[in-house]
């Protein structure tokens, strides 16, 4: 069953299985994939080695790239009428109020705003919530070097930053997920409950659903 909403975005901290997941429901309904293309980002290493200095640079870079990405949301294909993210643009705006200080960040709000005005917005936000030592383990299983740096505390205030951005978001249903200790991704069961509740006409506002 495919879910009555033509753009959904996938979210969570790192390691939460945004990517793996979007590919998969993108797959499971014949959709589109826009896939967030951080790898080849030259300021993340240098952010993680030295933040106060590359924090800017960064979020800039990450803001540009997902702008010109998400421009293409608007232009949705005959044959693919259901496009899948494994982020939003507000991404950019939770990163910035957590690793910017107070002048860089009101200047970076300002160029958010211009460019997200007239972007198209995710119909259904889903947001992967996770115990933090799972997340942490994530980071530390999947081998990224520069991401071994990450502290817990950072890792606590993006998530408290993420949670109040979702809570304040308009005209969109977000699905905050508890996933309860359960993997989506190894357990069909559990995978089978994120469809139904996927193909469920969700109305604005923030919904908490623990599986």
């Avoid at 200095?53 to 998400?70: C, G, I, K, N, P």
């Amino acid at each position: 069953m495919k879910p009555p909403f033509a753009y959904i975005a996938v979210e969570g901290l790192m390691g939460a299985g945004k990517t793996t997941l979007a590919k998969r429901l993108a797959a499971q309904w014949e959709a589109r994939t826009v896939l967030e293309e951080f790898e080849d980002n030259p300021f993340l290493p240098q952010f993680y080695s030295d933040p106060k200095r590359h924090a800017f640079a960064l979020e800039l870079s990450f803001l540009a790239q997902r702008y010109h990405q998400l421009k293409s949301v608007g232009e949705r294909s005959l044959f693919h009428p259901i496009t899948v993210a494994d982020y939003s643009l507000g991404k950019s705006l939770v990163f910035a109020g957590a690793t910017l200080a107070p002048d860089e960040h009101a200047l970076f709000r300002d160029l958010y705003d211009i460019m997200y005005t007239g972007l198209p917005k995710p119909e259904l936000l889903l947001y992967l919530h996770l115990p933090m030592d799972t997340v942490r383990e994530r980071i530390r299983r999947r081998g990224r070097s520069y991401e071994q740096q990450i502290t817990a505390a950072y890792l606590e205030q993006v998530q408290e930053r993420y949670l109040d951005h979702l809570r304040k978001l308009d005209g969109v249903s977000v699905i905050t997920l508890d996933l309860n200790g359960k993997d989506l991704l190894n357990e069909p069961l559990v995978y089978g409950d994120l469809l139904e509740l996927l193909a469920r006409p969700w109305d604005p506002g923030n919904h908490l659903v623990r599986l």
